[in-house]
């Protein structure tokens, strides 16, 4: 296994992944059913054959959380394929604000819209028990995988196909990560992101704005990127909402802008 996990680590770093040997050792403990520290227990294991396919696809550069099919977000293990984005650290600071907004409500309405995965909706429910919370996403494909996580983690969320209109229901809390990438940023991507994610759920302009406006909700959560965070809290101010703060992700960029009204 040490050698496999050499051959791995030398053809990961020359496919051009970051981290090659984090990378091998997590496909590793994949295929063998254990962590990624108990690989290094497991020293006289046979290495499957299904090791070689995967480190394969990783050296096309497919995201790791596509090849591993499973990925954590906030204690919850995700299913994930190329259906939705994979979710990110930097979205988990979003479900915290979201969350502290809800601290004091028994039974909020909680929308998430373009809900991917389910991480955010799926995220609520599991740690505000009495959230009522519905998930809608525009693509069929990507309603179709949040409810299979749904499923799978036994967590009642209500998912559906919808677009921002929904907002426009009435809501306690509204959260989304909207798309945010500006088609002069797509080609400077990593080709995780590019040539494998849907675009659709990446790139789109003006999406925060039209949410701050459609909205009838009494909070309002939004991720963003770290160089229009002040455009968005400008915008949230000038839709009428109040108390708008902008809370930096795990490195200190300005991530996530919410606002009351």
């Not at 984090?22 to 006289?44: C, F, K, P």
């Not at 995201?63 to 995700?78: D, H, K, M, T």
């Not at 909207?178 to 992101?193: A, F, G, K, S």
Request: hydrophobic letters at 45%.
């Amino acid at each position: 296994m040490r050698e496999a996990l050499r051959i791995a680590e030398r053809d990961l770093a020359a496919a051009g992944v970051e981290t090659p040997r984090v990378d091998a050792e997590l496909i590793l403990a994949h295929v063998l059913g254990t962590s990624r520290s108990g690989v290094y227990a497991l020293t006289d294991k046979e290495v499957p054959g299904t090791w070689q396919v995967l480190v394969g696809r990783r050296v096309e550069r497919e995201p790791l959380a596509y090849v591993l099919g499973e990925w954590g977000f906030r204690g919850l293990v995700l299913k994930t394929d190329a259906r939705a984005l994979v979710p990110r650290p930097e979205t988990e600071i979003v479900v915290e604000r979201a969350l502290e907004l809800l601290r004091s409500a028994r039974a909020p309405r909680v929308l998430d819209v373009g809900t991917g995965t389910g991480a955010i909706a799926l995220a609520i429910a599991d740690e505000h028990p009495g959230a009522l919370v519905t998930a809608v996403d525009s693509s069929p494909d990507a309603v179709a995988l949040a409810r299979e996580n749904a499923e799978r983690l036994g967590l009642d969320v209500e998912v559906r196909e919808g677009d921002l209109d929904v907002a426009a229901e009435g809501w306690d809390l509204v959260v989304s990560n909207p798309p945010y990438v500006t088609t002069d940023e797509w080609d400077t991507l990593q080709p995780e992101i590019r040539e494998w994610e849907p675009r659709s759920a990446l790139v789109g302009v003006g999406l925060h704005e039209r949410l701050a406006r459609l909205a009838r909700t009494t909070f309002l959560v939004l991720e963003t990127h770290e160089c229009q965070a002040r455009d968005v809290a400008a915008a949230l101010t000038s839709a009428g909402y109040e108390d708008v703060r902008v809370t930096p992700d795990l490195a200190g960029k300005p991530r996530v802008v919410e606002g009351r009204r």
